[in-house]
């Protein structure tokens, strides 16, 4: 069997990974890719084999990332199940909708604004191309067989990072190929620690922050200190954030520090649809997680959650100190966009960096301490303070991920580093040689490797 690295490769975005041989092709992940231009322009081109070849998709989660490019491949022809944890379906029912909804908007907004150079603009795919590849989803528990063609089968198992987050572990002829997906943290205070993996003869894995150790910082404090100085100033907090996993974490960060008086009583806003909307998923998943019921509540009560776009408007015209969480995460797009136009020229205010910030995006621009940005087609100065909180992340580390991986009875056969920075990719690869001793190497993009006895 073949395998071809047809995104997540030499990037953290855009992860696809296609396996093949005559009569059966599967993909596993189906992500957007993200960043600087070059990557964007990937998502234009198409795919190396027929969409409509396509036996079926597996995916390790959620993040648009891993899922967005879905409605174009059925746009393109793919007809097939899009196999999944019930958690990533219910979490793909939002953001299918939401990155289908935002492609129309930015495509609208060029066109009125003219500062596309396509006449007109279009989106990449529209809310009809998500719909139909919502009716494709096939939920599956974890740790559950699924069997697919030509004696292949596969399991999901847990892997932390967000709600329903999965490592996929496909088998045949007693030969095993496991794909980490994005490993979340052992001590996340909200996802459950990522399942060990038993055995793989092929190792595909993730490097996120293979280059680098997450501080042993208190996020709580951290957050508790930037609160503190900002306010202080009669400043707004402005964040961009993850609508899914990293927003509830916020929130419930910010409902330990009021309900712990570390905190002064000012207004948070989740000015995301979006998070708003998965906030509510994770009452129903109380299994996945570690909230309690009356935590996940919490997270629900401490924050003015606006869904409209006039109530995300009527922030500007509360003055004074607040907490402005919304999307996206890396400043991609979404309503922080008309937020950092606002608040980023003013001093008194903090831009709060609460995620990896993928080279390229604004947020890497933003965390690189670039003196202006360009938002909707001008630059605009950013004099405000800009705050990383590194402590907070959904990915393990490279010393989480080799404790994970240690978990294997033996070495693989071929360890492939995927889904990093070309230097985090790199150094990952490093460490597992290193350490553990095992074949490993970082496959370029579109590389195509044989799987012997798969």
Not at 22 to 34: E, K, N
Not at 311 to 326: D, F, L
């Amino acid at each position: 069997m073949k395998l071809t690295f047809l995104g997540a490769s030499e990037t953290v975005t855009g992860s696809k990974y296609l396996l093949e041989e005559p009569g059966v092709r599967i993909l596993v992940d189906c992500g957007l890719f993200q960043g600087v231009k070059n990557l964007r322009m990937r998502n234009w081109t198409p795919l190396p084999v027929p969409a409509d070849s396509i036996d079926a998709v597996i995916l390790t989660h959620a993040h648009i990332d891993h899922s967005g490019y879905l409605p174009l491949l059925v746009r393109n022809g793919f007809n097939g199940r899009v196999y999944c944890t019930p958690g990533t379906a219910a979490l793909c029912e939002i953001m299918l909708r939401d990155s289908a909804r935002l492609q129309e908007e930015e495509a609208d907004f060029a066109n009125r604004h003219g500062f596309s150079k396509h006449h007109p603009a279009l989106p990449l795919y529209t809310m009809q191309d998500a719909e139909r590849a919502l009716r494709l989803l096939a939920p599956c528990p974890f740790d559950h067989p699924v069997d697919l063609k030509h004696g292949l089968c596969f399991r999901f198992l847990p892997a932390g990072h967000i709600l329903g987050a999965a490592s996929v572990v496909l088998c045949r002829n007693h030969k095993v190929l496991a794909f980490s997906g994005d490993v979340g943290r052992p001590n996340d205070p909200i996802m459950r620690r990522p399942a060990p993996l038993a055995h793989a003869d092929y190792l595909v894995v993730e490097s996120t922050y293979g280059d680098r150790l997450h501080p042993e910082s208190n996020p709580a404090d951290e957050l508790a200190q930037m609160f503190s100085k900002t306010f202080a100033k009669g400043g707004v907090v402005v964040m961009p954030c993850f609508a899914v996993g990293r927003a509830q974490e916020i929130l419930y960060y910010i409902a330990k520090l009021k309900e712990t008086g570390r905190m002064a009583n000012v207004p948070v806003y989740l000015d995301s649809p979006m998070a708003t909307s998965v906030t509510e998923v994770y009452r129903k998943y109380l299994d996945e997680h570690r909230l309690t019921l009356s935590e996940a509540h919490a997270i629900d009560k401490v924050a003015i959650m606006t869904r409209t776009v006039d109530q995300s408007k009527a922030i500007a015209s509360h003055h004074g100190p607040m907490v402005i969480i919304a999307g996206s995460g890396m400043a991609t797009g979404g309503r922080v966009l008309h937020h950092l136009h606002l608040y980023a020229p003013d001093a008194r205010n903090t831009i709060a960096l609460v995620g990896f910030q993928a080279a390229g995006t604004r947020g890497a621009a933003l965390a690189a301490h670039e003196n202006s940005i360009k938002l909707h087609g001008e630059y605009v100065r950013v004099r405000a303070h800009v705050e990383s909180i590194a402590s907070l992340s959904a990915h393990a580390d490279y010393r989480e991920l080799l404790q994970w991986l240690s978990s294997l009875t033996g070495p693989p056969v071929r360890t492939f580093v995927t889904h990093g920075e070309p230097a985090a990719a790199d150094a990952m690869r490093r460490r597992i040689s290193e350490t553990l001793r095992w074949p490993c190497e970082v496959p370029v993009y579109q590389q195509t490797v044989e799987l012997e006895g798969l």
